[in-house]
């Protein structure tokens, strides 16, 4: 009865009712661009290409665009463009005085600075657009098919590519805008989910017919120890450090205000998914310069096997890193104290001023070191499923950017939907609380 009337109470606001309605016609016009090929390709000699993007940093990519890399897609090259953009964007802000100043702008700094987000994705795109080509046409001649490459279909696909990864941006806006929000997110969440019921099948079969190793009741096990790391993605979703603050009284004429104390949620978590965004776009980066080689050898042919050792042990170290990076740009404990001396506020037993910064700063320090190996280890897990026995594809699941995007952005989304229901006097969708997104703000872009 509970989820029933929830569904009536969603379905009663005449807004949200609308705002899921446009962001369920935006997904499917996303999910049909999916499958229209480029002009010129034959669908029937893509078998090449859907076994090279079977495994490696290859089947993220795929992952990512919601199969589309496979497709030869007119959206093949997905959204990444744009991550990889908006990375570069915000390192630059970190080093370049001109940046800092837009971002210190408000609204017109963050307006220009998504000016520039999008000419360096499409600069991006003209990049990646032949490497993608180069490396359609190597795997279609490799199958037997044919596929006419001159420069100027070059040119003309690379355009289409890049047309259509900037239609996706313009859908992420449009859903952030009309939808339910976290637009950009939303997109690579639908892909991801794309992805799932193919992968639960193979691996679902694969352990039918292998009796002898473990069966179904392997498969269980596997269920089991999924929704676990589900369980401890959303407590590092959600997890948080609490800090007293006391607030002095203060008297206006014949009242007294304050004298209440509060408290500062410092999240174990801060960065969010970003870590692993920055991480993997970074590990990346090789594929792109050389093209999609299919040559893989030596030290690059180590940072292209996602599940081997040399690959993880970097890829662990770098979110470690930019979690540390991502948390001291988006939490900053001197504007925080600031804000305390302002409103009359202490941390009890903490002189205002320089000890409350450092004092914040060293929480920060003592739970991100934590927080940052766990998302490390969650970061990697889909390697160990991997070395483990599971399917591939189904231990992608298992944890890495996927699991964390399903987690955050369906956290997100549900808080955004039971914000919609409270402002209008409904109940929430849980009996036991509010729903706690990413509250930092940072949901995934």
Known sequence: MGFTKTIKNIWSVEDLRKRIGITLLLVIIYRFGCYVVLPGINPDELMALKNFTADGLMQLLDMFSGGAFSQASIFALGIMPYITASIVIQLLGMVLPAFQKMQREGESGRMKLNQYTRYLT??????????????????????????????????????????????????????????????????????????????????????????????????????????????????????????????????????QYGGARQYIPLKVNAAGVMPIIFAQAIMFIPVTLVGFSTSHTGFFGALTDMYGFWYNLIYFIMIVAFTYFYTAITVRPAQMAEDMKR?????????????????????????????????????????????????????????????????????????IIEGHLLMRNYDGLMKDGRIKGRTTGNSAF
Request: charged share 10%; proline share 4%; hydrophobic share 55%.
């Open 343 to 415: 409103n009359n506020g202490f941390i009890p037993g903490i002189k205002p001023g320089k000890p409350t910064v450092d004092y914040l700063d060293s929480i920060m320090s003592r739970i991100t070191l934590p927080g940052s190996l766990f998302l490390g280890i969650v970061a990697i897990l889909p390697a160990i499923a991997h070395i483990c026995g599971l399917n591939r594809n189904f231990a992608s699941f298992f944890g890495g950017t996927s699991l964390l995007i399903l987690v955050g952005v369906i956290l997100d989304t549900l808080r």
């Open 122 to 255: 499409v600069l991006i795109l003209v990049l990646q657009g032949p490497a993608y080509l180069m490396n359609l046409k190597y795997q279609v001649q490799a199958a037997g098919g044919h596929v006419e490459m001159g420069f100027m279909t070059i040119i003309f696909m690379t355009i289409v590519l890049a047309a259509g990864s900037m239609f996706i941006m313009w859908l992420g806006e449009r859903i952030d805008q009309k939808g339910v929000g976290n637009g950009i997110s939303f997109i690579i969440l639908i892909g991801i989910i794309a992805r799932l019921p193919e992968a639960f099948f193979q691996e679902f079969t694969g352990r039918l017919m292998n009796a002898q190793a473990g069966g179904l009741v392997l498969f269980l096990v596997e269920i089991i120890i999924l929704l676990a790391v589900i369980a401890g993605a959303v407590l590092l979703v959600q997890g948080t450090r609490k800090v007293p603050v006391q607030y002095a009284k203060r008297v206006v004429g014949n009242k």
